[in-house]
C-alpha cells in the first residue's frame, strides 16, 4: 500500500503561478511512477503529467506543457508539478496517483483544489 499526500493548492488570479506537491510513501515500487491527473466540474478526469524514476521519463500533456513542469526529488518520494501562466480553465481538482508505470497508476490520492479566478 502506498499512503500519498498532496499539497499547494488554492485560490490564484489568471496568469498566477501554483506548485504542487505529492509525496508517497510505503513499497518503493508502487511509486516509481507518479502522475497528475484533474478533473474540472461537470467534467471527466484528464492526465496532465507523469514522471518515471529518470527525469527523462517525464510526460507532460501538450495542452499545458507550455506552461507546466513536473519534477522529482532526489529521494524519488516527492513529485511538484509546477504551474505556471494559470487560466481559469485550470480550475480543477488535482489529483496524484502512484504505480510501477505511468500506463498503470493505480494509487490515488485525496485531491487538491485548484481554482484560477480573479
Known amino acids: 500500500q502506498v499512503q500519498i499526500v498532496e499539497s499547494g493548492g488554492g485560490l490564484v488570479q489568471p496568469g498566477g503561478s501554483l506548485r504542487l506537491s505529492c509525496t508517497a510513501s510505503?513499497?518503493?515500487?508502487?511509486?516509481?511512477?507518479i502522475g497528475w491527473f484533474r478533473q474540472a466540474p461537470g467534467k471527466g478526469r484528464e492526465g496532465v503529467s507523469c514522471?518515471?524514476?529518470?527525469?527523462?521519463?517525464?510526460y507532460v500533456d501538450d495542452s499545458v506543457k507550455d506552461r507546466f513542469t513536473i519534477s522529482r526529488t532526489d529521494d524519488k518520494s516527492t513529485v511538484y508539478l509546477q504551474m505556471n501562466s494559470l487560466k481559469p480553465e485550470d480550475t480543477a481538482v488535482y489529483y496524484c496517483a502512484t504505480g510501477k508505470f505511468c500506463s498503470a497508476l493505480e494509487y490515488w490520492g485525496q485531491g487538491t483544489q485548484v481554482t484560477v479566478s480573479s
Open positions: 510505503g513499497r518503493r515500487v508502487d511509486y516509481f511512477a
Open positions: 514522471i518515471g524514476m529518470s527525469a527523462e521519463s517525464a
